[in-house]
T-cell receptor
Framework: DADVTQTPRNRITKTGKRIMLECSQTKGHDRMYWYRQDPGLGLRLIYY???????NKGEISDGYSVSRQAQAKFSLSLESAIPNQTALYFCATSPRDRTYEQYFGPGTRLTVT | SQKIEQNSEALNIQEGKTATLTCNYTNYSPAYLQWYRQDPGRGPVFLLLIRENEKEKRKERLKVTFDTTLKQSLFHITASQPADSATYLCALQEAGSYQLTFGKGTKLSVIP
């Protein structure tokens, strides 16, 4: 986990606010991912990025946007937070030649009131 | 519709016994199937991967089997210990896709 860090670890925000979650990695991996985890629903992919100029939508991208500022940094934004975006958010990375092997950060617990 | 199902939400076993967790899928053709461990408040940790042309994989006390006919993977922990208590997730990736799809997980409790 220490190779993939996420900030903040916990955040409470109000409906309608813009919020950014940040992810940094020192693994040197090209590929980065954002997931959300909800009780009873498992992990679902929001966005993924193969490199700085290649960003792709995942299963549940509506209401989210991302920015890949550098190979090591991938940020997730909620433009106007709503209560059903309350969840645990994970960033992950994978090497270019082994995308199936993903390394997760410690997660950000986001609560939207 | 596509589904990944892990047989139970929770499994309790006695220390020293073998824990067996099941992952079933429908309407997928996975090239890879993986198992992750997740502890409370932490991110999943990659444990083992098995390819579609492999029947079995082992790593220390862990064993994974993959039956593409039954569309099922079994994950075994032998000589289980209380430290093995965690939630275990299966995940699959289809050929040509870069996305992992996760099951909801099975929470394993090993009782001393």
């Amino acid at each position: 986990d220490a190779d993939v860090t996420q900030t903040p670890r916990n955040r409470i925000t109000k409906t309608g606010k813009r919020i950014m979650l940040e992810c940094s990695q020192t693994k040197g991996h090209d590929r980065m991912y954002w997931y959300r985890q909800d009780p009873g629903l498992g992990l679902r992919l929001i966005y993924y990025s193969f490199d700085v100029k290649d960003i792709n939508k995942g299963e549940i991208s509506d209401g989210y946007s991302v920015s890949r500022q550098a190979q090591a940094k991938f940020s997730l934004s909620l433009e106007s937070a709503i209560p059903n975006q309350t969840a645990l958010y994970f960033c992950a990375t994978s090497p270019r030649d082994r995308t199936y092997e993903q390394y997760f950060g410690p997660g950000t617990r986001l609560t939207v009131t | 519709s596509q589904k990944i199902e892990q047989n139970s939400e929770a499994l309790n076993i006695q220390e020293g016994k073998t824990a067996t967790l099941t992952c079933n899928y429908t309407n997928y053709s996975p090239a890879y199937l993986q198992w992750y461990r997740q502890d409370p408040g932490r991110g999943p940790v990659f444990l083992l991967l098995i390819r579609e042309n492999e029947k079995e994989k082992r790593k220390e006390r862990l064993k994974v089997t993959f039956d593409t006919t039954l569309k099922q993977s079994l994950f075994h922990i032998t000589a289980s210990q209380p430290a093995d208590s965690a939630t275990y997730l299966c995940a699959l990736q289809e050929a040509g896709s870069y996305q992992l799809t996760f099951g909801k997980g099975t929470k394993l409790s090993v009782i001393p």
